[in-house]
């Protein structure tokens, strides 16, 4: 990879966010959030973000709808979703509708999230 690429992680819980940040902050810049809400609020300050991890089950807005109000402000980011239950019915909609790339479970595999981001990436490069 040419640059160094940035990435805001979205879960309520900050042992998640710290694990995520430890095992990828030598490859990518990292934002993290607690919710929603300060994900959009880091979003609309920080351009240079491109790609969007969130967790799925979270107060006040679960993944899914964070990342619907994220994508219709910021359509060309590339959007995951980590969880920790069973794929629901949303989650598959929203990879069907292109809402977001993949879903990764939890506990997540780095490797899997590493290659799968920069495949993803692979296509701003060209």
């Known amino acids: ?8 992680y979205v879960d309520d819980e900050p042992i998640n966010l710290h694990l995520f940040n430890l095992h990828l902050k030598k490859q990518y810049n ?30 006040e807005m ?33 990879i069907e509708e292109n809402l977001i790339v993949k879903y990764f479970r939890k506990p997540f595999n780095i490797n899997d999230i590493k290659n799968t981001i920069n495949k993803s990436l692979e296509n701003l490069e060209d």
Do not use: C
Not at 1 to 8: E, G, H, R, S
Not at 74 to 91: A, Q, R
């Open 30 to 59: 990292i934002f993290t959030a607690l919710s929603g809400k300060v994900g959009l609020e880091i979003l609309k300050n920080n351009i240079e973000i491109n790609v969007v991890v969130s967790d799925m089950k979270m107060p």
């Open 1 to 8: 990879m040419k640059q160094k690429y940035t990435i805001l």
């Open 62 to 94: 679960n993944g899914i709808e964070f990342i619907k109000i994220a994508k219709s402000n910021f359509p060309n980011l590339y959007y995951f979703i980590l969880t920790g239950f069973e794929v629901t019915d949303e989650i598959k909609t929203a």
